[in-house]
């Protein structure tokens, strides 16, 4: 289904995943309707393809399905309170995603627990030069109020150690092929009750699958595979340069 989404705009391409149902939510559709991809793709031409794009540092920005998945898949522990981190934030897109999906709505801003005083969404990126790209895209799609807010924060650091400084997280999403190793490194920084999306790479076989990791309220883990799927290696700053 997904080779059938491409659209000539950035509408008609989150119009033609919901049609194929890969967009189920009415949230995670006006969400991503929000968020022009093209401001966060280097190459304007592909930017509504719905196929990963090249972004620099033999990195990419995922498919806009994927993103929808991880979106649907995250939507229960997106409120106007939570604490979000995206791992290997590349350009910025899903950063903006997930902030209109935990900002709080028009005349909702009472429900905002005094506690957690607002939503938060973190992108940890360890390519300087991305770091920088993904703050100017942000800029650029009217979101640097939010970042001086502290709304939304783009830091520089290994993504395989998490981001603990601002822990716990209820939503922490993964953009690369991570090794099973760093699996209880994040699932530490997971709230109670909170979710991780991450593509596990099989060191032996090198397949790739999508895992749910549930962390609930009384701080008992689950780990579920949901299915197959292909990223970019998760790995340090010395090696992503070289790839």
């Not at 100017?136 to 807010?149: I, Q, S, V």
């Not at 009750?193 to 090198?206: A, K, N, Q």
Request: charged share 25%.
């Amino acid at each position: 289904m997904a080779w059938r989404c491409s659209g000539k705009t950035n509408g008609e391409l989150i119009s033609n995943l919901r049609r194929e149902g890969l967009i189920s939510s009415g949230r995670v559709a006006e969400a991503m309707k929000q968020v022009d991809r093209a401001k966060y793709c280097p190459d304007k031409r592909g930017a509504y393809q719905d196929s990963p794009q090249p972004i620099g540092y033999s990195a990419t920005i995922s498919a806009p399905h994927m993103h929808a998945h991880s979106a649907e898949e995250l939507l229960p522990y997106l409120t106007a309170d939570s604490s979000v981190l995206d791992i290997g934030s590349g350009s910025g897109y899903l950063l903006a995603v997930f902030h209109h999906l935990v900002k709080p709505l028009p005349g909702e801003e009472d429900k905002v627990s005094t506690q957690r005083q607002g939503s938060r969404v973190i992108g940890i990126e360890h390519i300087s030069e991305l770091v920088e790209q993904s703050k100017d895209n942000l800029k650029d799609d009217g979101l640097g109020d939010a970042m001086e807010r502290g709304q939304i924060e783009v830091v520089k650091g290994d993504g395989r150690l998490g981001w603990p400084l601002r822990q716990p997280y209820n939503a922490i999403h993964v953009g690369a092929a991570s090794p099973p190793s760093v699996l209880a490194t994040l699932e530490a920084q997971l709230a109670k009750p909170g979710r991780l999306f991450i593509p596990v790479e099989d060191p032996e076989t090198r397949e790739q699958d999508i895992w749910h990791i549930d962390k609930d309220a009384q701080g008992n883990v689950t780990r579920k595979k949901m299915y197959g799927v292909r990223y970019v290696p998760l790995t340090d700053e010395a090696r992503q340069y070289g790839f």
